[in-house]
């Protein structure tokens, strides 16, 4: 079993910065990858993110550029730095943990951009 906590959203002004974080525990070995997504009021759930265990990224095409996902394997935490932030980035920001049988989901975290 996996659980994850994000935290760092917040209210920011477009073309600003936040860097959202997220730490895994329990059976950590287990998590092939970690996915960063988001979900604005009456739309989908996207992908903007993914890290995977041997370290390599994939963006959404709206974040590329502006996004960089990282992580810190001695804290079991994930970042999502967001530079360059618009009001379309608005939305909960979710970590997701994909293992062999099971995806878990963090609480979600708010981001606001606006003026």
């Known amino acids: 079993q996996v659980q994850l906590v994000e935290s760092g959203g917040g209210l920011v002004q477009p073309g600003g910065s936040l860097r959202l974080s997220c730490v895994a525990s329990g059976s950590i070995v287990s998590i092939y990858d970690i996915s960063w997504y988001h979900q604005a009021p009456g739309k989908q759930r996207e992908l903007v993110a993914t890290?995977?265990?041997?370290?390599?990224?994939d963006y959404a095409d709206s974040v590329k550029g502006r996004f960089t996902i990282s992580r810190d394997n001695a804290e079991n935490t994930v970042y999502l730095q967001m530079n360059n932030l618009k009001p379309e980035d608005t939305a909960v920001y979710y970590c997701?943990?994909?293992?062999?049988?099971?995806?878990?989901w963090g609480q979600g975290t708010q981001v606001t951009v606006s003026s």
């Open positions: 890290i995977t265990s041997g370290s390599r990224t």
């Open positions: 997701n943990a994909a293992t062999r049988y099971e995806n878990y």
